[in-house]
């Protein structure tokens, strides 16, 4: 196997031993049922780490991300009681994270900031806007809501896919394409990689690091518009600490915080691998949600360890 290939079947690894371990706990557990609920109800998370993906493996990082998704849900639900369609405030709400993104990317690259402190700002600036919308949580009450969540796709057995899991699903396959076959996405590894090799080879520093972290604001956006539908409504608290859940997913998918490691796919199991832990913590009904954090981040813990030593032994970065 090819070295750059062992986060990413650590973390398919660690997603089966798990799925496998909740179907030898619980009945009904291995089942396309299962599976459909937890890329439905994770989908909005994994899209918006899917942008967080692109950021991460330029060397960067993107704190704004729940509050995009915030920001989002409040402006769609506030302009649906004003008589606009969701589709048209959706376009609108993508347009405006791509914009948003492109703008923390120049103001990273041109005044030479540390991306943690940027996006930082980002977070404060969209949440302090989600409540400037509004205070309250506001329902989105347009038909377009009820169709958009009839929408599924049938799976073997009695599972689904719903609508947010069969968007989320088609964003993973265009972020798999830019990331992989296109000249973008080399750009983005080449930097993670090496930022200065990266520019000595020709790579435009400025214009990749805009256009990733436009690609990262395309994504928040996104998923601020599917978690308010999912939810048919928006609230200014919304989307509140789901970055860090998203970077986790990141983590957990394979990709090095150091940059220039990782694979799209990863991010997806890393999604499900949060998701699979809240379903079996559900599934047993003794525990409480407090161990969905605490097996989190002990599973997040491990990781980075695992990380730390693929990179030591194996010699990982920049070899993506």
């Known amino acids: 196997m090819n070295k750059k290939y062992l986060p990413l079947a650590a973390t398919i690894l660690v997603f089966v031993a798990l799925f496998v371990v909740g179907g030898t706990m619980y009945r009904n557990f291995l089942s396309t049922a299962v599976l459909g609920n937890i890329l439905a109800d994770n989908a909005f998370i994994i899209i918006a780490a899917l942008g967080a993906t692109f ?3 330029s060397g960067g990082i993107d704190l704004s991300i729940g509050s995009m998704i915030g ?7 506030v302009l649906d009681t004003m008589g606009w369609h969701p589709l048209a405030t959706a376009a609108l709400m993508i347009c405006f994270g791509i914009a948003f993104g492109a703008m923390q990317g120049y103001i990273i690259d041109f005044c030479q900031i540390q991306p943690f402190i940027v996006t930082l700002a980002g977070l404060f600036l969209l949440r302090g806007a989600c409540f400037m919308v509004t205070l309250e949580s506001v329902p989105i009450r347009n038909d377009f809501v009820d169709f958009y969540a009839s929408l599924r796709i049938p799976l073997p057995g009695r599972g689904v896919l719903r609508s947010s899991a069969i968007v989320m699903l088609i964003s993973l396959t265009v972020a798999m394409f830019i990331a992989h076959f296109t000249r973008f996405g080399t750009n983005v590894y080449a930097i993670g990689g090496d930022k200065e090799s990266a520019r000595l080879m020709g790579v435009n520093i400025r214009k ?3 256009m990733v972290y436009a690609l990262g604001g395309f994504y928040s956006a996104l998923a601020g518009v599917v978690y ?5 409504s928006g609230y200014p608290l919304a989307g509140n600490t789901l970055e860090l859940s998203a970077i986790a997913a990141v983590v957990l998918g394979g990709t090095l915080l150091t940059g220039g490691v990782g694979m799209v ?16 913590i559900i599934f047993n009904g003794s525990l409480n949600s407090a161990w969905i954090m605490i097996s989190s981040g002990i599973l997040l813990f491990l990781f980075i360890v695992l990380h730390r030593f693929l990179v030591s032994t194996f010699g990982l970065r920049g070899t993506s």
Do not use: P
């Not at 920001?71 to 639900?77: E, I, K």
């Open 265 to 280: 796919a990863g991010t997806l199991f890393g999604g499900m691998i949060l998701g699979l832990i809240s379903t079996l």
């Open 208 to 210: 990749t690091t805009v």
């Open 71 to 77: 920001f989002v849900g409040v402006s769609m639900a």
């Open 55 to 57: 950021v991460i493996l």
């Open 228 to 232: 308010a539908l999912y939810t048919s």
